[in-house]
């Protein structure tokens, strides 16, 4: 319900932004929908941290680490939070570097998105500031999330990390968030083996520490998984998309997401209802398929069906609730990009310009 909730919204969004601005104003509709976004995408965050958090519990023998290039994550976190910054009157510092560490890209920005979340949501004024240093004569880097905001007590320094824990909000707001982004931020380090250190003063402010062992070295393909450029301006028009999605009101959703696109979505409710259409001489330029399918079936198997039926490597990808790292591994075993529900559709929409523009033989990493 939350995805198709989140495709109907942004459909919504779209026909709102398309409408006369008299008319939005004058019939109260812009609040309404400016509600029903925030909300939905609330909702959707809400969801995400209890995922990631679920992960991080089901995952207590550590991850695999490589050379990270942290200037990545912090263009990144400068994309996602300038505005936010912008918006409070805030001054948002964050440093290039030239440093690398051993790390897992997806939990360090995970552990630097919560740790900047936070310092703006607790700094009334002033400035939240963001470096990375060497340290430990340059084998290591200390990464620092730094703030002039309200600081944390010293009886408070260990409870803070407990979960759903939160400093000044006893009425447990959820609007203020759940509470674990602090209890994710020790937990990912200590499954990464990066040591975390809090200091901080009832109003002087706070400054996280996070170490990390500094690398030299420079894989191939220096991009991160988790700060890929989202920026692409190819354009999705008229693009053919197959959506194979059992789940009647979440597929309906997304076809209708696709076609406001501009592309021409096709719905099936099965893999056997897709291969008809292609047997008749269809062809998609882009296959969209739930994992989970009818009748014992799933994704992988019917994107590598069509796949072998029209003698084409089509692009593709999973769209998955299911949490199970033996999802996430057969996705990456048959080479497909796995997307989570609820599906933020402007990750869809990245992908889909990404592998469209793509040579046809050239398959999306």
Known sequence: PAHALGMFVARLSQIHAERNPETLERDGSAALVQGVTASAT?????LDVLFDYSRLESNPSGSTLRPVNVNDIFEQLRLLFANTAASKGLHLRIRPTSLWVMSDPVLLQRILLNLVSN?????????????????????????????????????????????????ENPERDRAKGLGLGLSMVD???????????????????????????ATPLRPANSGNAATEDLSATADVQ?????????NILGGQALQGLLQSW??????FDSAEQAH?????????????????????????????SLRNLLQRDIPACLITGDLEEDVKHQAHQAGLVL????????KLRSLLRRSLKAPASEPTP
Do not use: M
């Open 42 to 46: 609330a909702l959707q965050e809400l």
């Open 276 to 304: 008809r259409a292609a047997l008749v001489g269809e062809q998609p330029d882009f296959i969209i398929s739930d994992f989970r399918l009818p009748h014992n079936q799933n994704g992988i198997g019917a994107i590598i």
């Open 187 to 213: 937990r990912s380090c200590r499954l990464l083996g990066h040591p975390l250190v809090l200091r901080s003063q009832l109003g002087c402010g706070t400054r996280f520490t996070v170490t990390a062992t």
């Open 119 to 167: 310092a703006l949501e607790y700094t009334p004024r002033g400035t939240v500031l963001v470096t990375c240093r060497p340290s430990a004569g340059g084998s290591q880097a200390s990464i620092q999330v730094w703030d002039s905001g309200i600081g944390i007590d010293q009886s408070l320094h260990q409870t803070v990390f407990e979960e759903f824990f939160q400093v």
């Open 339 to 346: 997307l989570k529900k609820p599906l933020q559709p402007a």
């Open 262 to 267: 501009g592309c021409r979505a096709s719905l």
């Open 238 to 246: 008229g693009a053919n998309i197959w959506l194979i999605e059992d």
